[in-house]
């Protein structure tokens, strides 16, 4: 095997056999996510005719979604991609389906509405944390790793800036669950692209038996301490992330700027993330991912309380983009512990408990910012918002004790690569904050 390249560029990480296929198909079958939270929540509105209702129903929806991801990611280990992945997702297609054809009849009883959809929150696939995994065991290199994983980190907020649009554009030629049945299609098609590829058929499952079993237990101490640090990072990231869209929003309200002034600072979030993720990845770091992620929340948090003392709306503008420079390495270099930390048929789960706390701090710093904002003046409101990621960087980073069951990333990379290591391809073929499923 050739030596890979000190400083390996994004086309080198696409260049790998098999990895355009793999990670396109992912991408399509994540887009879903970025489309199916908009025409949901407008087909339960139109449907119901209350937002009380159609509020509790995606409520239900998110909660069974995110807390159940590191249960779905363990099926995912425990079987591998194509026996557990491609049947949840259909199910979660189909279940999808059923929701929209039960918006479609008005006077459906709010009761089935949230059933079902806390059923089909609970089936939806965790394709991020299964893509990221791919990634991680096929790429031999931490330099291509942290390559792919920024590539992965950009791409993915591409899709929740551009599946919104998406929806947009139908719902205005079609009813809103047209919109959910078009998630449901997306996921459906993407999932089956993706198990089916060579590059998914790295992920083998995870040995059972007793033997195998004992390792594990020994090492669930050792494991959740490792997994401290990025958790509660990429919580505290979700956090402060979440907070700035009501933020924002008390803002312009307080100027009397209209909406589109919202979104253009929304966007420059958005786009300040996009490019600090591709920086990130770009750039040969001499410091361990452990050492960075501190620096890299407490950017965040510094950058979110100056937006707070913003005169108008452009410098407000400017200090969210800054803020965006750390949210995507943020998530990214969180990605990247979770797999330095995750054992042997483990690394599914690793990312997808990051993943939950993502999406937990997400909820959570919504809720929270919408009561300070009625009882503290704004600028406290974005410095509270920036303190949650400054503590969280206070959390000390522990590695995970190598005797217990995984070897350190420098003995364990090369053997992912060994020639003769069978999975169903020929040679070697690698292939996944924003937190997400």
């Known amino acids: 095997m050739s030596t890979p390249s000190p400083r390996p560029s994004y086309a080198a990480v696409l260049r790998v056999p098999h990895a355009r296929r793999t990670f396109a198909a992912a991408l399509v079958g994540r887009l879903s996510y970025g489309t199916v939270s908009l025409a949901l929540m407008l087909s339960l509105t139109r449907s119901t005719g209350s937002y009380a209702v159609a509020g ?121 669950a047209a919109g959910v049945v078009l998630s449901a299609l997306l996921v459906a098609v993407g999932t089956l692209a993706f198990a ?19 390792p594990g237990r020994r090492a669930g101490a050792g494991q959740a301490r490792a997994l401290l640090q990025p958790v509660v990072v990429a919580a505290g990231v979700g956090v402060s992330v979440s907070a700035v869209d009501l933020l924002v929003v008390a803002f312009a ?75 995507a390495p ?30 937990a701090g997400l909820s959570a710093g919504a809720a929270a910012v919408g009561l300070l904002v009625e009882r503290l003046p ?3 409101c974005f410095a509270v918002s920036g303190a949650v990621a400054v503590a969280a960087a206070l959390v000390p980073g522990r590695r995970r004790d190598r005797s217990a069951g995984r070897p350190g990333p420098v003995s364990r990379r090369p053997s992912r690569s060994r020639p003769s290591r069978p999975s169903g391809r020929s040679g070697r073929s690698p292939s996944g904050a924003s937190g997400r499923p």
């Open 378 to 380: 704004l600028p406290v």
């Open 56 to 176: 509790l129903v995606m409520a239900l929806f998110g909660a069974t979604s995110v807390f159940l991801s590191p249960y779905r990611a363990s099926l995912v280990d425990r079987h591998g991609p194509r026996r557990a992945l491609l049947p949840m997702a259909l199910l979660y297609a189909a279940l999808l389906c059923v929701l929209a054809a039960a918006c479609r009849h008005p006077g459906t009883p709010a009761g089935v509405l949230a059933a079902t959809a806390a059923i089909t929150g609970a089936c939806t696939p965790p394709l991020g944390p299964t893509m990221r995994a791919v990634w991680a065991e096929l790429l031999p290199d931490r330099a291509m790793l942290q390559r792919a994983y920024s590539l992965d980190g950009v791409a993915e907020e591409l899709l929740f800036v551009s599946g919104p649009l998406l929806v947009g554009a139908v719902v205005g030629v079609a009813p809103p």
């Open 196 to 214: 089916t590829s060579p590059a998914a058929g790295v992920l083998r499952p995870a040995e059972h038996g007793k033997d195998a079993d004992a």
């Open 330 to 359: 943020a998530l990214t270099t969180a990605y990247l512990i979770a797999d330095e930390s995750a054992p042997p048929g483990f690394r599914t789960r690793a990312g997808a408990w990051c993943n939950t706390a993502v999406n």
């Open 253 to 327: 309200s307080e100027r009397g700027l209209g909406d589109g002034t919202v979104a253009w600072v929304l966007a420059a979030l958005s786009l300040g993330s996009a490019v600090g993720g591709l920086l990130n990845g770009a750039v040969a770091w001499s410091s361990s991912a452990r050492a960075r992620l501190p620096f890299l929340a407490v950017g965040l948090g510094l950058c979110l309380a100056a937006a707070g003392l913003a005169p108008g709306v452009i410098t407000l503008a400017v200090a969210v983009a800054c803020a965006g420079l750390f949210v």
